[in-house]
């Protein structure tokens, strides 16, 4: 009697859930619906809730009450009204058990998909692919699935029947795919499955692009410079390629090998605009700005109405500490109306260099809208204290209304900021202990207060938050490294020290500091080979004095001290008031 009654109450309702209020779900901004984007659909619940429900159809053998199709499937819909996501899923897979509807099989798959169920979600989308087997889509969901249950047989058999049914060239299919795949968390399984796919297309040059491309996103440098490799000798004036290969090289260090190649390349096509962009863009990559510059020079003289070169060039100088050639660039992108609040922004920070902080300010004022209008107002305060008015500037920064947590946080991390550099690390440090009262475990606040703590020699507060970062966020590569370089530098908890960068420096190889700190602590063990090789590194990463002051301590207590001098005067050239190496040219009376 009950079930009968809650059925007649369903009916009724089912006519209405269109115009119910709407439940908001937030959906990741990665997950799209397009084959070649992504293995997630790109509507939320509140638009499947607008969506039709057809009940009804054609039922199994097994099934042929129809009640019991309704039932299910306004049961469900009523759970997603009420965020009972469990429910909802529950009363879908019934109702695909009894329905041979497809359009139902696809919204099960989806719903189950937002409510997280991977076993809901699979057999949802297993049933769908048996009602519509001559489409593709279902068996794209099966392989996503199958991988994030880490069967990988499966997944990649999943995949061979999604790709031939999408009757598409393979320079299509192959990116689309190895896209799809490439937004898994789980990096290590969806290798393995993209391993298994595309060793079945051994002879397909777009494969062996399209694994290369894979495998350089998930930091298998060896084996994707291999698959370019093998696509370069079947085709060797191929450009895509040509860049992908320079890529790989940059991000294993390589960097005069890819620069030489891509040279190599745009010698053979000087008229290609498209080449030239990509090679003055990896140049840029490479901090090799100056050579960079000269490319986009060239560009701009082929095509002087191009903004995007303009922009870039822009942005160049003002890498460079080129101001006043930045600035002429920034005011053609006015004058041709194009990235007007970019422009307007990047002109106050100019200003700000040159220290015409009322220039600076009257810039940041005009940026009223867009992604850098919050930008641009936090700075304005920053540029405020710089004046010497740090009251006015926090008076300033309380104008800004707090809409969102993130903004929350920024505003209190200013404030901290002005007060740090008013020489008031401790009225700072309070600032941010009371904005971890209203935001608990935030990494930036407690990760910031590390960082001021490490100048007032608050080495136990520092290494409190950093741990309580770490333990958290076992993988946050910054909180590992500043722990660990700050043990190295600041104790004599060396094998300590050398646990936290190593951990920081398998999640970021490539990142000079880290690499510069693995350097470091190798020195502080005793180990200056090991040391030295590490520095050099670091310092071809990136040119920086502190890493000079670093390598040129090391060479010289290690007894090379000729060489010694001439990496401290290389420091002195990048920045000649880098504290620690004035400190540490004052400790070897250089």
């Not at 009363?91 to 997280?116: E, G, V």
């Not at 450009?239 to 190649?261: D, F, H, P, T, V």
């Amino acid at each position: 009697m009950i079930r009968t009654l809650l059925l007649w109450v369903m009916v009724s309702l089912f006519f209405t859930l269109a115009s119910c209020d709407k439940v908001s779900y937030t959906t990741d901004k990665n997950k799209k619906a397009a084959d070649e984007k992504s293995s997630e659909p790109a509507k939320n619940l509140d638009s499947l809730a607008k969506e039709k429900v057809k009940i009804g159809g054609k039922f199994s053998d097994k099934h042929k009450n129809q009640s019991d199709l309704m039932y299910n499937v306004l049961a469900a819909e009523i759970a997603g009204q009420q965020r009972d996501l469990d429910d909802a899923v529950k009363f879908y897979l019934q109702a695909i058990k009894i329905s041979k509807d497809k359009k139902l099989a696809k919204r099960a798959t989806r719903i189950s998909l937002y409510a997280k169920n991977i076993d809901g979600a699979l057999e949802a989308s297993r049933r769908w692919s048996v009602l519509e087997p001559g489409v593709s889509e279902p068996y794209r969901y099966v392989a996503v699935l199958l991988l994030r249950k880490e069967k990988i047989k499966e997944s990649v058999e999943a995949l061979n029947r999604y790709h031939k049914l999408l009757k598409k060239p393979n320079k299509v299919t192959f990116p689309a795919i190895a896209r799809m795949f490439a937004l898994e968390k789980d990096k290590k399984t969806a290798y393995e499955v993209m391993r298994r796919f595309f060793a079945q297309f051994p002879t397909d040059n777009e494969a062996l692009f399209a694994f290369s491309r894979f495998a350089l996103h998930v930091k298998k440098y060896d084996v994707a410079l291999w698959q370019v490799n093998l696509a370069l000798k079947k085709k060797p004036d191929w450009s895509e390629a040509s860049l992908l290969r320079a890529r790989i090289l940059i991000s294993m260090g390589k960097k005069e090998q890819a620069l030489k190649s891509m040279r190599a390349v745009l010698k053979a096509k000087k008229n290609s605009r498209k080449l030239r962009i990509s090679y003055a863009r990896l140049l840029t990559e490479a901090k090799r700005y100056k050579e960079a510059r000269r490319q986009f020079e060239i560009l701009l003289k082929q095509k002087p109405s191009d903004t995007k070169v303009i922009y870039a060039l822009a942005l160049l100088a003002l890498e460079n500490k080129q101001y006043s050639v930045s600035e002429i660039y920034f005011k053609k992108m006015l004058k041709k109306r194009a990235r007007i609040q970019e422009a307007r922004y990047h002109l106050g920070l100019i200003y700000e260099k040159l220290k015409r902080y009322d220039t600076a300010i009257a810039w940041l004022s005009k940026v009223k809208e867009g992604d850098r209008a919050i930008d641009a107002h936090l700075k304005i305060v920053t540029i405020m204290s710089r004046k010497g008015d740090v009251e006015a500037a926090r008076r300033f920064l309380y104008q800004l209304k707090s809409r969102t947590k993130n903004l929350e946080v920024r505003k209190f991390l200013t404030e901290a900021d002005i007060l740090h550099r008013a020489k008031r690390t401790d009225d700072a440090i309070e600032i941010i202990r009371n904005a971890l009262d209203t935001n608990p475990g935030n990494v930036d606040l407690l990760y910031a207060r590390a960082m001021m703590a490490e100048k007032v020699s608050r080495l136990d507060l520092l290494e409190s938050d950093l741990k309580k970062i770490i333990k958290e966020h076992p993988k946050h590569a910054q909180a590992l490294n500043a722990l660990g370089y700050t043990l190295a530098d600041r104790t004599t908890r060396f094998k300590e020290a050398y646990k936290y960068i190593k951990l920081a420096m398998e999640l970021s190889p490539d990142q000079a500091a880290i690499v510069d700190s693995m350097g470091w602590v190798q020195y502080r063990l005793g180990n200056y080979d090991v040391a030295v090789k590490h520095l050099r590194r670091a310092l071809d990463l990136d040119s920086n004095a502190e890493i000079a002051a670093h390598l040129g301590e090391v060479l010289w207590v290690n007894g090379n001290k000729s060489e010694a001098i001439k990496v401290w005067d290389r420091g002195k050239k990048i920045d000649k008031s880098n504290k620690v190496l004035k400190s540490t040219l004052k400790r070897f009376r250089q």
